[in-house]
T-cell receptor, first 111, second 112 residues
Framework: GESVGLHLPTLSVQEGDNSIINCAYS??????FIWYKQESGKGPQFIID?????DKRQGQRVTVLLNKTVKHLSLQIAATQPGDSAVYFC??????????FGQGTELSVKP | ETGVTQTPRHLVMGMTNKKSLKCEQH?????MYWYKQSAKKPLELMFV???????ENNSVPSRFSPECPNSSHLFLHLHTLQPEDSALYLC???????????FGSGTRLTVV
């Protein structure tokens, strides 16, 4: 069935290091993918998106990679900062227009 | 502020109470959504409204009743809830159902 899942529920990195958060999806018909960041007490906040006709997209300190062959999505955060500590969700927008979320990865940044 | 405002931020209600959650967006979006977020679970889509018409109802119990009077406002009416309904209820909007969503900060609901 349709599912979006994350490989690791928690990730701890040193401040200044790069972070990589991974996501696997199962619906090959999904054509739009989004990463969200959710801080404590707040709703999910859009970080970056990518459509299926691309395999890489860069933002400010963030890069999303899409590998459609193995149905894998990753979020790379460069020079991770304490303010990056949050739960990160990947989401896929399937052909029906629904946004399906993964379980989330909690990123902790050690000073 | 994201442009999607939810009230109240916190709500405690008894199982026999009736309450409503409110969501408001002034982003000019045409689609609005209710999600439920429980601890250790992915966000669960509850309802989708596109151009004020309900287009998705994900097998949600009838004790949750949505209302979308116009494209800027969305309500979730609650009655005779159960303790397991305690969760963070998130509202979101998007220009179209095929676009990314903008979320509100949520209503933290506790059913006692």
């Amino acid at each position: 069935g349709e599912s979006v899942g994350l490989h690791l529920p928690t990730l701890s990195v040193q401040e200044g290091d790069n972070s990589i958060i991974n996501c696997a999806y199962s619906n090959s018909a999904s054509d739009y993918f989004i990463w969200y960041k959710q801080e404590s007490g707040k709703g999910p906040q859009f970080i970056i998106d990518i459509r299926s006709n691309m395999d890489k997209r860069q933002g400010q300190r963030v890069t999303v990679l899409l590998n459609k062959t193995v149905k894998h999505l990753s979020l790379q955060i460069a020079a991770t900062q304490p303010g990056d500590s949050a739960v990160y969700f990947c989401a896929e927008n399937d052909e029906g227009g629904k946004l399906i979320f993964g379980q989330g990865t909690e990123l902790s940044v050690k000073p | 502020e994201t442009g999607v405002t939810q009230t109240p931020r916190h709500l405690v209600m008894g199982m026999t109470n009736k309450k409503s959650l409110k969501c408001e967006q002034h982003l000019g979006h045409n689609a609005m959504y209710w999600y439920k977020q429980s601890a250790k679970k992915p966000l669960e889509l509850m309802f989708v409204y596109s151009l004020e018409e309900r287009v998705e109802n994900n097998s949600v119990p009838s004790r949750f009743s949505p209302e979308c009077p116009n494209s800027s406002h969305l309500f979730l009416h609650l009655h005779t809830l159960q303790p397991e309904d305690s969760a963070l209820y998130l509202c979101a909007s998007s220009q179209d159902t095929r676009d990314g969503y903008t979320f509100g900060s949520g209503t933290r609901l506790t059913v006692v």
